[in-house]
Protein backbone atom coordinates (compact mmCIF):
# COMPACT_ATOMS: atom_id res chain seq x y z
CA UNK A 1 0.00 0.00 0.00
CA UNK A 2 2.69 2.59 0.13
CA UNK A 3 3.40 2.96 -3.59
CA UNK A 4 -0.64 2.99 -3.88
CA UNK A 5 -1.54 6.12 -4.96
CA UNK A 6 -4.52 8.22 -5.21
CA UNK A 7 -6.08 10.47 -8.28
CA UNK A 8 -8.75 12.72 -7.74
CA UNK A 9 -11.39 12.35 -10.70
CA UNK A 10 -13.60 14.55 -9.17
CA UNK A 11 -15.14 16.54 -6.15
CA UNK A 12 -17.23 12.87 -6.12
CA UNK A 13 -15.02 10.16 -7.31
CA UNK A 14 -11.78 8.80 -7.22
CA UNK A 15 -9.17 6.73 -8.09
CA UNK A 16 -6.75 4.28 -6.00
CA UNK A 17 -3.93 3.55 -8.49
CA UNK A 18 -1.63 0.00 -6.81
CA UNK A 19 1.43 -1.75 -8.26
CA UNK A 20 -0.44 -4.99 -8.34
CA UNK A 21 -4.04 -6.58 -8.45
CA UNK A 22 -5.87 -6.93 -5.63
CA UNK A 23 -9.37 -6.51 -4.57
CA UNK A 24 -9.98 -3.88 -1.79
CA UNK A 25 -12.40 -1.78 -0.16
CA UNK A 26 -11.30 1.66 0.73
CA UNK A 27 -12.49 4.46 2.33
CA UNK A 28 -11.74 8.52 1.51
CA UNK A 29 -12.25 11.01 4.87
CA UNK A 30 -11.18 14.71 5.24
CA UNK A 31 -10.60 16.83 7.40
CA UNK A 32 -10.25 20.78 7.77
CA UNK A 33 -8.15 22.23 10.08
CA UNK A 34 -9.60 22.73 13.11
CA UNK A 35 -12.93 20.32 12.61
CA UNK A 36 -13.80 16.54 12.91
CA UNK A 37 -12.89 14.08 10.45
CA UNK A 38 -15.49 13.56 8.30
CA UNK A 39 -16.07 11.04 5.82
CA UNK A 40 -16.17 12.29 1.94
CA UNK A 41 -16.69 9.19 -0.11
CA UNK A 42 -16.33 5.54 0.37
CA UNK A 43 -16.42 2.74 -2.01
CA UNK A 44 -15.83 -0.49 -3.18
CA UNK A 45 -12.25 -0.19 -5.32
CA UNK A 46 -11.05 -2.84 -7.44
CA UNK A 47 -7.09 -2.22 -7.80
CA UNK A 48 -5.38 -3.32 -10.86
Known amino acids: ?5 LQ ?3 L ?3 LL ?3 CSL ?3 A ?3 WR ?3 EQLGEAAAAG ?3 G
Open 27 to 29: ALC
Open 12 to 14: QSW
Open 17 to 19: DAP
Open 45 to 47: VLV
Open 32 to 34: APG
Open 1 to 5: WQAAR
Open 23 to 25: PAE
Open 8 to 10: LLT
